[in-house]
């Protein structure tokens, strides 16, 4: 009988997918009403469903384990036993998952004492016995010794479930060099790190396959152990028990006693009343369509009246049919969705190599193209709806607000942005393009052509579909914000995006003539430290190689030994210093400067290259870039310049304003995380220093070191100001004494008596992290969240950094949303007051401004009342401001 005319049986690993699918999907983005996180169903059912589409099996199962305890770990405890902890967000989904795969009338099969994958050898080889064809989905790579003339391996690629590598005995020898029987063999000599297997030491995959060829299977190698020379050849013999052990732990049973053999797996009609019931639950519309579909296809008539529904209800998962409108035409069907109750339409700007060639603009139902050509009268209506309020809709809202600026067209009505929105409720997540976020909100997938090739072979999506997706996306992520997270998009977020757009858009004047001298003048100060490193040592070496450097440092030179690193000790920045300052030595000291002023030479040839033909440096900000809220700065990066050293001074004295300006004005919050951590802890101590307008250091070193203000001497105020800002970081006594080169007992008897006279500060850092630790975020006083689901975990290492991050969270985060607010407020006041200076740049906590003739006074007075009122705090928000001709002589 052909392959094409047997019955296929489908075979599937439950746990193993439905693991891959929880790390392959976001987690926060998979939550149901109740909080329960569906990310591993979701996964795991929209891979399933994709397999019945492409195999059409007439058989199926999915096998799932009862526990992680089988009949291996009764005769080695150890197996396995370096997995970690169930993910507390992975709890609870795989009964759900079960209840699903129930409702679609999909057989589940558990069997005491035996691990999934046996339940699977066992179906696989009596279907391939009974005249099946069969394929296994797995993620377990024992499951290779099941592929035979008869048996598949589907294996998921490192990308989680979404792709699956066809395995047979062809695609076995191509990737193993050996046939699939002979697969555990190699896995017992090598050795399995998830299974906890230890194979013998210094035998590799390739060693091991070069043996099976050699001798044909384990017990072949072991009876010729004696023949294999070296060091490998020893282990061998020393070790042999661990393969022979290895070996009879992955050996698949394919005889466990079911109670439904491949016959009994037959594909039932799906319940539809079930399924609805249970993706309901779930909030799988969009894979409900799925399996109503399938369920349709296969004749049901319940499924074909539920499909209707899902269609009548607006959730229809085919794009509408674009229409080409210009015109008239386009005139009249802008004019019938807008007003003032209309709903905002989904745009996007198609944006080319020369600017932009299109739009995309559409409803749930509707979705039309305009094709764009620069200066045509006709575009008036559309001109006139983008600089409307008219609510819209987009992704990446900056890069098109730019396009279009650029352009000389207006945008305005920014409603929602999908990127802003994904970012907020998943803030450590990074960003995600068009493709990425209807996969990952709406289940589904959209074909998108490979840009490395000159041909695509698959048509690039319509701007109108590409529209029609992120208003379907805005819609599904709008249910997910809470209101505080959504008060912080609407009232923080999307105001901030024009700012920044035209920001990035103005840029800042720079003079070339300051960065090349200095560019000049730093060359040649490495070149002499490198000079004279050579001499210390006698000969020249790469001084930016860790090799060579280790070499000179702990073999030649006999220094102290670093920290242990892959590749032997290591000669980061941090360990060298440490080292320089523990065991002095000349070279050491001139390999350090080396690199400070080859650090700085990079930063200046970078601002070098990235002034653009207008002799100005356009910075690009990353609204999305960090998970506290803080801006960032890319392409060059302006927020990684030195600011206390001399060399950094000159480059700011680089950045200037334009010709038909007068001077530059910064403003700079002073202390602003601490005026945050005041008002957070309401310490009295800290209240009262800011509102007497006190050096805070100075206030509070007198009253641990016990002295009057005037006597806090510079040591002291250092000391109290690295501790200040440190316990907001969650430094450690012992963090604190590296850091003031001081005892550990001296800094943890500082910290004592800090909180001594500080106790609301101590209190409140405690409350921090056990609120976050209940409610799984932290939250600033305007609402924006941040998750920490490691709180709980079970791995020390992950709690202890969540436990120091979410310490700061929410001062970070609230100085962030302070910034932005202040931007926000600035930038409408310079408008609506008709002023020509124009906001440059935003740097940590500091904004600068290139200033038009005569509006000094009135910039700053708007600077001052908007920064100082960003917020209402327990304390006042001071600002500093600084005029210059360039950025360094307008510091304050």
């Keep these: 009988m052909s392959d094409t005319a047997k019955p296929t049986l ?62 291996r770990t009764r005769e080695y405890a150890e197996y396995k036993g370096t997995r970690g902890e169930t993910p507390p967000e992975f709890i609870g989904q795989v ?121 044909g299977s384990l017990d072949e ?46 594909r039932r009609q799906i319940n539809v009343a079930a399924v609805r019931e249970v993706f309901d639950r779930l909030q799988f519309r969009t894979l409900l369509e799925r399996v109503l579909k399938i369920a349709a296809a296969e004749g049901s008539t319940e499924a074909l009246t539920s499909a209707a529904a899902v269609d009548d209800s607006g959730a229809a998962q085919l794009a509408p049919v674009v229409r080409t409108l210009v015109d008239e035409e386009l005139a009249q069907w802008l004019a019938k969705r807008t007003g003032p109750d209309a709903s905002p339409l989904g745009l996007r700007v198609e944006i080319g190599a020369e600017g932009i060639t299109g739009f995309g603009i559409a409803t749930l139902d509707d979705s039309v193209y305009v094709p764009w050509a620069e200066g045509r009268p006709d575009y008036a209506a559309l001109e006139s709806w983008l600089a409307s309020d008219a609510p819209k809709v987009l992704l990446d809202a900056k890069r098109q607000y730019k396009a279009l600026a650029t352009a000389g067209l207006d945008l305005a009505g920014i409603a929602f942005d999908t990127s802003l929105a994904s970012w907020l409720l998943r803030p450590s997540g990074k960003s995600e393009d068009l493709a990425s976020q209807v996969y990952a909100v709406l289940g589904e997938t959209v074909t998108v052509s490979d840009p490395n090739q000159l041909l695509p072979e698959v048509e690039s999506l319509s701007a109108a579909t590409e529209a029609w997706y992120v208003l379907r996306i805005a819609d599904a992520l709008r249910e997910r914000l809470d209101e505080g997270t959504a008060r912080v998009l609407a009232d923080i977020e999307l105001p901030l995006v024009p700012v920044l757009a035209r920001m990035e858009l103005t840029g800042i004047q720079v003079v070339p003539t300051v960065l090349a001298d200095l560019r000049s003048r730093l060359a040649a100060s490495a070149a002499g430290f490198a000079a004279e490193a050579y001499r210390e040592i006698g000969r020249e070496v790469n001084l930016g190689s860790p090799k060579q450097l280790q070499q000179v440092l702990f073999e030649e030179l006999g220094m102290p030994k670093t920290r ?59 609204q999305t870039g960090t998970s506290t809220g803080r801006i ?144 799984g975020y932290t939250e600033t006083i305007f609402g924006r969240r941040r998750p920490f689901g490691d709180l709980r975990s079970n791995n020390r290492v992950l709690r202890e950094n969540a436990e120091r991050a979410a310490l700061n969270a929410p001062i970070q985060g609230t100085a962030a949303d302070i910034m932005k607010i202040a931007m926000v407020d600035v930038a409408r006041d310079i408008r609506e007051k008709g002023l020509r200076s124009r906001m440059l740049l935003q740097v940590h906590d500091e904004l600068v401004f290139e200033v038009a003739d005569g509006e000094v006074e009135p910039l700053t007075e708007i600077v001052r009342t908007r920064m100082g009122g960003a917020a209402e705090l327990a304390v006042p928000l001071e600002v500093q401001v600084g005029i210059g001709a360039n950025w360094d002589a307008a510091a304050h």
């Design 95 to 215: 009964p759900l998952l079960e209840e699903a795969l129930s409702a679609m009338n999909i057989v589940t099969i558990s069997k005491e004492d035996y691990e999934a994958d046996d339940i699977l050898a066992t179906l696989a080889t009596r279907g391939a016995a009974e005249g099946y064809r069969v394929l296994v989905v797995s993620g377990d790579r024992d499951t290779i010794q099941l592929v035979n003339d008869d048996v598949t391996l589907l294996y998921p690629n490192a990308r989680g479930v979404s792709e699956l590598k066809r395995y047979d005995r062809d695609a076995v020898m191509e990737r193993y060099g050996i046939e699939p029987e002979q697969y555990p063999d190699v896995a017992a000599l090598v050795g399995e790190t998830s299974d906890n297997l230890i194979g013998i030491d210094k035998v590799g995959e390739k060693t091991a396959v070069k043996w099976i060829n050699q001798y």
């Design 632 to 775: 960032s700065s890319n392409d060059p990066n302006l927020q990684n310049i030195p600011i206390k050293t001399e060399v950094g001074r000159e480059i700011r004295s680089s950045f200037t304003h334009g010709s038909e300006f007068s001077t530059l004005l910064t403003a700079d919050y002073s202390q602003i995380e601490m005026r945050i951590m005041a008002h957070l802890s309401g310490d009295p101590g800290l209240i009262e220093a800011f509102n007497a307008g006190e050096d805070l250091h100075r206030f509070v070193g007198a009253r641990i070191f016990h002295v009057e203000p005037s006597d806090v001497t510079p040591l002291m105020r250092t000391k109290v100001k690295a501790m200040s800002y440190g316990l907001a970081y969650g430094l450690s006594a012992f963090g604190l004494s590296k850091q003031l080169r001081i005892d550990t007992a001296e800094a943890k008897q500082l910290m004592t008596d800090y909180f001594a006279r500080f106790g609301a500060v101590r209190d409140y850092l405690r409350s921090v992290v056990e609120k976050a630790r209940e409610d």
């Design 10 to 71: 489908l075979v599937v690993d439950g746990h193993s997918l439905a693991f891959r699918a929880f790390y392959a999907l976001p987690v926060d983005s998979f939550v149901n009403r109740e909080g329960q996180h569906t990310n591993a169903i979701h996964g795991f059912l929209s891979m399933l469903l994709s397999l019945l589409a492409q195999e059409k099996p007439t058989h199926l199962a999915v096998a799932f384990d009862i526990s992680r305890y089988s009949f």
């Design 221 to 266: 190698i072991l009876a010729h152990a004696d023949e294999i020379k070296g060091v490998v050849g020893q282990n061998l013999r020393d070790q042999k028990e661990n393969a022979i052990r290895n070996r009879r732990l992955n050996r698949l049973v394919t005889d466990v006693e079911l109670p439904v053999g491949p016959a009994d797996l037959e």
């Design 564 to 622: 242990a690193n892959k590749t032997g000790y290591s000669t980061d920045a941090a360990s060298l210093a440490d080292l320089q300052e523990k065991s002095p030595h000349p070279f050491l000291g001139l390999l350090l400067q080396h690199r400070d002023v080859t650090k700085l030479g990079q930063i200046v040839d970078t601002l070098e290259k990235s002034v653009r033909p207008d002799g100005r440096i356009h910075t690009t900000y990353e």
